[in-house]
């Protein structure tokens, strides 16, 4: 029993460094009518959109990051169809696009996000 106590303090220890070290950033996400350039409620086919994100703080170095969608408000008599997808990220922020697909109608959509270093 004793040594599994030590061998917890020595991993302890030795992943210390590596906690302390790393980023972590989160926060919400949204888009909706009304806002420039919004075109998910309209017409029908292919439709997409970017939205930018920036980071309270820059990271020091490229986070990954991981974007979940929690709210949706959409045309409830047809089939929604989209996907969301982060691009461009940077120390400073990263883009995310939501993509829509025949008779979809979206007219809100938002979640949240969190950008870590390891």
């Not at 040594?3 to 590596?18: D, N």
């Not at 806002?35 to 939205?51: A, K, V």
């Amino acid at each position: 029993m004793k040594k599994l106590s030590v061998l917890a303090v020595v991993l302890f220890f030795v992943s210390f460094p590596a906690i302390i070290s790393a980023q972590t950033q989160s926060g919400q996400w949204v888009t909706q009518a009304g806002e420039p350039g919004y075109n998910l409620n309209t017409n029908s086919g292919d439709r997409s959109m970017t939205i930018e994100v920036n980071f309270a703080k820059p990271y020091d170095v490229k986070p990954k990051v991981i974007v979940s969608v929690s709210q949706l408000d959409s045309d409830k008599g047809i089939n929604t169809r989209y996907v969301v997808e982060v691009l461009s990220v940077s120390r400073d922020g990263f883009t995310v696009k939501i993509k829509t697909w025949a008779e979809s109608k979206i007219f809100s959509i938002g979640g949240y996000w969190l950008a870590y270093t390891e």
